[in-house]
């Protein structure tokens, strides 16, 4: 009777199958495996809510022992990595700008005389707050660096400088973004984070679609180029994504008062070359998948290392070298480098260039390779 309901003949029949089917489907088994690993990799050992080593550039006009051992103190602190230690204040704006320093130090010419005078004088650090999750660790050990810097400094006649308050005073610029608002950080990226995710996904399906519909039979008998079929399909997608950026950027304005400095046009231009980046990353893996449950597996492989490494979700800089090597990578990183100046600083094209070149090369490579699987696919 129980026979009649379940047989452990049947159930292990079944059983056997499931395994040697999961066994065949490679993109299935790497998501059960390999992706829980790689997350685990990365949360243990790329990620750090705690960014040191900041790149800082210091405009210094006065060379004392004082000034000295106030810089030794600062990069002893591990926050702070002095990069460019002699810098005009127009070189320091600009690599501030371009995103090559997170950090200002502007140290006073008169700095040691209002020191032994005890006029307490003021440091100015000027801070890159587009991303506030990796400046404000820096800048709240601030506090307790002007307490110590100076401890061995002020000693004989001098110490009477160091009691009972701090010698001298850090004061705090936060540029880009100086009541820092969480949102003017966030939204610019979700920008980046959902063009990704929509376009690399939409886009690995295309091919996928055409295969499982039985549809691909008829493509092939049309006289048409793998490039003008890889086109065709494409700028349908680069005008929703269009219309997707403009949604944002109008939701930002309005809900969250997002300020937008730089061109809109710049900002369009530069976009749509990330939605074809993506669209051909997209169609890449539809040349690559059977069907389009592998072809949504291998977008997430794609999209869930580009959401981690690019910045957006963690701080960039907090991350270490091997990380940031790979990071440096996807072209979610560089699109948000350049939304965020574009938004945020009024970065102009010439401050923007040096992310434009990943991603052509990255649209380059991966455009290639989709050309020379679709051929393979029709021979």
């Known amino acids: ?25 490679h993109t299935t088994f790497a998501m059960m495996f390999f992706l829980p690993i790689l997350q685990l990799l990365l949360f243990g050992y790329a990620i750090d809510f705690d960014p040191r080593g900041l790149p800082t550039a210091v405009v210094k006009t006065t060379d004392s022992p004082y000034s000295r051992s106030i810089l030794a103190a600062l990069e002893q602190s591990t926050y702070f990595k002095i990069t460019h230690p002699q810098t005009s204040e127009k070189v320091a704006e600009q690599l501030m700008r371009t995103g090559n320093v997170q950090f200002i130090i502007s140290i006073p010419t008169d700095f ?24 404000t660790p820096a800048l709240a050990a601030l506090s307790s660096i002007n307490t110590t810097a100076l401890q061995n400094d002020l000693i004989g006649l001098v110490a009477g400088l160091a009691a009972p308050d701090p010698p001298f005073e850090f004061v705090v610029h936060r540029r880009y973004n100086p009541e820092v608002i969480t949102q003017y950080n966030i939204v610019p990226g979700l920008t980046g984070t959902i063009l990704t995710m929509t376009m690399v996904m939409v886009a690995s399906m295309t091919m996928t679609r055409e295969f499982e519909r039985g ?9 048409v180029k793998p490039l003008e079929v890889m086109f065709g399909k494409i700028v349908p997608f680069v005008c929703i994504g269009c219309i997707q950026i403009s949604i944002i950027l109008l939701a930002a304005w309005l809900l969250f008062s997002v300020p937008i400095l730089g061109s809109v046009i710049l900002l369009y231009l530069v976009t749509i070359l990330f939605i074809l980046t993506n669209l051909a990353v997209g169609f890449t893996f539809s040349t690559l998948a059977d069907n389009q449950v592998q072809a949504s597996q291998m977008s997430t492989f794609f999209f869930l290392p580009s959401l981690l490494l690019s910045g957006f979700a963690f701080p960039f800089r907090g991350m270490p070298p091997w990380a940031q090597m790979i990071g440096e990578m996807f072209p979610l990183t560089h699109y948000l480098r350049i939304i965020r100046g574009i938004l945020l600083k009024g970065n102009t094209f010439s401050e923007i260039w040096i992310n434009l ?18 051929r393979l696919t029709l021979d």
């Open 1 to 25: 009777m129980f026979n009649s309901y379940f047989s452990c003949k049947r159930f292990f029949a079944i059983l056997i199958k499931e395994f040697i089917q999961i066994r065949r489907d």
């Open 112 to 135: 040691t005389t209002q020191l032994l005078h005890q006029q307490k004088p003021q440091i100015l650090v000027q801070s890159d707050n587009t991303d506030t999750a990796t400046t």
């Open 215 to 223: 549809t691909f039979e008829n493509l092939m008998t049309l006289p």
């Open 357 to 374: 070149f990943p991603l052509l090369l990255f649209m380059f490579i991966a455009t290639s390779f989709a050309m020379r699987r679709y």
